[in-house]
């Protein structure tokens, strides 16, 4: 199996710009989460699903941040508009029935000018 | 919620020698990890590990569940084993929500 796949793996972009980060999670995986690494904040959870329903979002910062999962097969985090202090990593992980092991993709690390 | 305290937050040692991470919980666990983060920032999943002892190679880790601890054992360190642990726990209710400790900064040299 490939892996998590995240793209883009870096993208720059201005404030006020609408920024969309993509996952691809892993094949038969029913949860899937999505991170953000910062150095004031750390690894912190955004939002998971579970069979493609959103089941927490209360680590969602503000509404400017959407996330959806269309298919088992792809999940968006919309940031709308960008800040500065939104630049970060985004992880998105996945993971398979109850609690267990969660694997990372590679990341995209975001700058927000 | 729950809160995750890893300690040292910075460890310097030479290749070879062996060392110990530990990682504080503040409440009951259903799920904990650790996970290494290596220099090109890539997290890898090194234990799924709620209670007891594993092993993988060099590496083991021993949650004590009733005293709310683990500890992540490297043995032999080699400088591949360089960069960042983490300890990630979550709780009794919603055990998939993952909350992250600081981490511990490992740099071996050679």
């Known amino acids: 199996d490939a892996g998590v796949i995240q793209s883009p793996r870096h993208e720059v972009t201005e404030m006020g710009q609408e920024v969309t980060l993509r996952c691809k999670p892993i094949?038969?995986?029913?949860?899937l989460f999505w991170y953000r690494q910062t150095m004031m904040r750390g690894l912190e959870l955004l939002i998971y699903?579970?069979?493609?329903?959103?089941?927490?979002d209360s680590g969602m910062p503000e509404d400017r941040f959407s996330a959806k999962m269309p298919n088992a097969s792809f999940s968006t985090l919309k940031i709308q508009p960008s800040e500065p202090r939104d630049s970060a990593v985004y992880f998105c992980?996945?993971?398979?029935?109850?609690?267990?092991?969660?694997?990372f993709g590679p990341g995209t690390r975001l700058t927000v000018l | 919620g729950i809160q995750v305290e890893q300690s040292p937050p910075d460890l310097i040692l030479q290749e070879g020698a062996n060392s110990t991470l530990r990682c504080n919980f503040s409440d009951s666990v259903n799920n904990l990890q650790w996970f290494h983060q290596n220099p090109w920032g890539q997290l890898i999943n090194l234990f799924y590990?709620?209670?007891g002892t594993k092993q993988n190679g060099r590496l083991s880790a021993t949650t004590v569940a009733t005293e709310r601890y683990s500890l992540l054992y490297i043995s032999s360190s080699q400088t591949t084993d360089s960069g960042v642990y983490f300890c990630?726990?979550?709780?009794?209710?919603?055990?998939?929500?993952?909350?992250f400790g600081q981490g511990t900064r490992l740099t071996i040299n050679p």
């Open positions: 992980a996945a993971g398979r029935g109850g609690p267990g092991t969660q694997y």
């Open positions: 699903f579970n069979n493609n329903v959103p089941i927490d």
């Open positions: 590990i709620p209670s």
């Open positions: 990630a726990g979550g709780g009794i209710q919603g055990a998939q929500k993952l909350v």
């Open positions: 094949s038969g995986h029913d949860y």
